[in-house]
């Protein structure tokens, strides 16, 4: 077996609050192998999304290292992380965060065209045909159901075939059986494209689904 593709070792992360620091995430190691799904797990407010954060280097740990394909993410500013991101990363929230000024082809093509990709458009429109969206090309967000949003989110971030895919409660927002559908989409990218899984979830049915399961509580491994 190859070094982990995500590898945390002592992860602390403290946040400072109105009566003092607030530990958040007390003492993670945890290491993701290559192609592998996790389901992150926990109850509210046990830090399963600013795990995530951490992993996506979204958010800075206080404590511990964090490495991604070799990468150790104290050793990156800002522009490094943001680069890293784009050209490894694929992130999927609860809550969409596509821009609502695009439509949902400039959506999926934005991060292929950041990459300096000359055919990103063709991309997206494959990758909103592949999630099913193929007549919704030209749909702002607003004109989107949030089933249909979240779709577009999945196509966006599988567009560039990263190496890892986060996911936090990519179906939060969505009714039971718009949850399933996207949930099939999520782990059809993960198969096709080989990229490592780790996703956030409450849903005992839908952690299942996952390699392995991993439970977070008062911001340690249970």
């Keep these: 077996m190859g070094k982990p593709v ?15 620091p607030v530990p958040i995430l007390k003492g993670i190691s945890l290491n993701v192998e290559r192609g592998e799904s996790i389901g992150l797990t926990g109850p509210s407010g046990s ?27 104290a050793t990156l500013n800002e522009d490094a992380l943001a680069r890293f991101r784009r050209d490894h990363m694929g ?25 300096g990709d000359r055919d990103a458009f063709d991309k997206a ?14 749909h702002y967000p607003s004109q989107l159901s949030g089933g249909e949003q979240q779709r577009v989110a999945l196509a966006r971030a599988a567009a560039p075939r990263p190496d890892i895919l986060l996911a936090d409660e990519p179906t939060g927002n969505l009714d039971s059986t718009t949850g399933e559908t996207i949930i099939d989409l999520l782990f059809n990218l993960r198969d096709r494209h080989g990229a490592t899984l780790v996703l956030v979830t409450h849903a005992s ?7 392995r399961i991993i439970e977070l509580r008062d911001g340690a491994l249970a």
């Excluded at 995500?6 to 003092?20: K, P, R």
């Excluded at 049915?205 to 390699?211: P, V």
């Design 6 to 20: 995500l590898s945390l070792n002592n992860v602390q992360l403290t946040l400072q609050g109105n009566a003092g």
């Design 125 to 138: 429109r494959a990758e909103l045909e592949d999630v099913g969206l193929g007549d919704r090309t030209d």
């Design 205 to 211: 049915e839908l952690a299942a689904r996952c390699d």
């Design 47 to 73: 830090g399963k999304s600013s795990l995530l954060m951490l992993m996506g280097g979204l958010e800075s740990a206080t404590g511990g290292t964090i490495t991604a394909l070799g990468q150790d993410f």
């Design 91 to 115: 992130i999927v929230f609860q809550s969409f965060h596509l821009i609502p000024t695009m439509t949902a082809l400039e959506n999926v093509a934005t991060p292929l065209e950041l990459a």
